[in-house]
């Protein structure tokens, strides 16, 4: 199949119509009301050099303009850049062979219509009505309006390829940058590959803290206690005057080699030795008193036991907090963040909290893994707020979608008097912090409009595309919604 229309068209035998005009195809029944209204909308936009996507959008508002009775029966197809686009309604099926295998669309699967951008090469379009003979091999169908059951576009024997034309919608490298992040594809490589790290400590991998030195180490300039110079001889503490508990990063002081006080110093008198930890105090009843944990034994003067710390300052000595302390969170995933000096939650790579606005500096903050909270809303134009705590599926009729059915995702239903909006028409998946837009191949496709950007870009289909706060989508033709950041 090329841009310009299906190669090698044969009809079907039935009573039907069966228009191939300007590499566009339609069938619909005779005895259709708005059969007329179809091939008027056939011929205007093959005249104005319309793709199968606008084909489509013209068919959909003609079945919307006839919605009294029950759905007419027709189907239409044509080209678009990279695939064809498709509508069926009524009894009409559709059949699109590609290399990936083939997918059918039966307009009685629709409470209205069915429509689908099917991408790849195409290799067969078969749109049939009830009843509809097989294509006889020796029979091609030039262009026209005739009697039949239906078209197949073959391309088992197709004519000489034409030069392609440009593609009907902008290509998806000329969609500018709409997150926090460029997708990896679109970046310049530097002359250096850097040195890849993890961006958060995984769960068994805490922060690296630098350790106290190895070997002699001269003493620092700055200590609690005092400091003592080889002439002065040194200075040993009763329990009442012990120095503060020292870090065990800071190095303790060592004598030089060659100090004359390198040896062990005399024995204290006996009224001033300490008492044994081993041997229970006398005279008032004591014996079973526990010792406490927090103190060595009485003879470490130099190096005295650390006493028994709190839990460390969330500032002064971030780490991650212990898993079995995680509050109950639901069925919210865990994710990586950072918290603000009001306790919020936060999307580590951002500069300032989503909730209070506070700056975030990266460098006095750890990651850990918490219950992500809200992302935002998605606001509709009709002022419909989704709340973007999960997926979600938009369309004309998402509650049949097996997205829906399965659980993976929440209905959104969306509608449009023109008919632009599929019946699973995008998808809006959350990944980590990020939020992610795909079309779910769609006719009309979906456009977004990044903040402080005049235009609109079309994104591919089948593909996610994150979106920033303050991004405006919009689906199909009419319809639009706005990405709102959460604010406390």
């Known amino acids: ?59 959909a508002q003609v079945l919307a303009a006839n919605m009294a009775g029950d759905p007419a029966t027709c189907a239409v197809a044509g080209p678009v850049g990279g695939g064809v686009a498709v509508l069926v309604s009524g009894s009409a099926a559709a059949t699109i062979a590609t290399a990936a295998g083939e997918t059918r669309l039966a307009g009685s699967d629709s409470l209205t219509w069915a429509d689908r951008l099917v991408t790849g090469t195409v290799e067969r379009v078969e ?66 590959q850097p040195v890849e790290r993890p961006p958060y400590p995984l769960a068994d991998q805490p922060p690296v803290v630098p350790g106290p030195p190895s070997g002699p180490q001269p003493a620092p300039p700055v200590m609690d206690q005092p400091y003592h110079t080889p002439q002065d ?22 004598p030089p080699q060659d100090s004359p006080y390198q040896e062990q110093p005399p024995p204290l008198p006996e009224q001033q030795q300490f008492p044994s930890y081993d041997e229970p105090p006398s005279g008032n009843g004591a014996a079973d008193q526990p010792i406490p944990q927090h103190m060595g034994p009485g003879d470490h003067y130099d190096q005295p036991a650390p006493p028994v710390l709190g839990p460390p300052d969330h500032f002064d000595h971030p780490g991650p907090p212990q898993q079995d302390q995680q509050p109950e969170h639901g069925d919210r995933p865990l994710v990586y963040g950072v918290d603000c000096k009001n306790d919020h939650f936060n999307d580590p790579r951002a500069p300032y909290c989503a909730v209070c606005g506070i700056a975030l500096v990266q460098r006095t903050l750890v990651p850990y893994k918490g219950p992500r909270p809200s992302l935002g809303v998605l606001i509709l134009d009709d002022g419909t ?6 997926d979600y599926l938009l369309g004309r009729d998402p509650e049949r979608a097996p ?18 909006v599929s019946r699973r028409h995008l998808r809006v998946a959350l990944d980590g912090w990020d939020v992610n837009l795909v079309d779910l191949g769609s006719v009309n ?33 009419s319809r639009t919604l706005r990405f709102e950041p959460h604010r406390g």
């Open 403 to 420: 997205e829906v059915a399965g659980g993976t995702a929440r209905p959104a239903k969306v509608t449009s008097p023109d008919g632009s």
């Open 127 to 192: 749109l049939s009505l009830p009843g509809a003979g097989s294509p006889h091999p020796a029979v091609r169908f030039e262009g026209g309006v005739v009697h039949g059951g239906g078209l197949v576009g073959d391309f088992t024997d197709r004519p000489a390829p034409s030069a392609p034309s440009a593609p009907s919608r902008p290509l998806t490298s000329e969609m500018p940058n709409t997150a926090f992040h460029m997708e990896a594809d679109l970046i310049q490589p530097p002359a250096q």
């Open 445 to 477: 496709g979906t456009q977004i409009q990044p903040p402080g950007d005049p235009n609109f870009y079309d994104i591919p289909p089948n593909e996610p595309v994150t979106i920033a706060p303050g991004t405006t989508v919009r689906v199909g033709v």
């Open 385 to 390: 707020a989704l709340p973007l705590e999960t």
């Open 1 to 59: 199949m090329t841009d310009h229309g299906f190669g090698v068209v044969r009809p079907l035998p039935g009573n039907g119509l069966v228009a191939y005009v300007g590499g566009l195809l339609l069938v619909c029944d005779s005895a259709e009301s708005a059969a007329d209204d179809l091939l008027e909308a056939l011929r205007e936009t093959a005249a104005s050099g319309g793709d199968g996507r606008a084909l489509a959008r013209r068919a």
């Open 233 to 254: 001889p040194p200075a040993y503490h009763t329990p009442q005057d012990q120095p503060p508990y020292l870090p065990p990063q800071e190095p303790a002081y060592h």
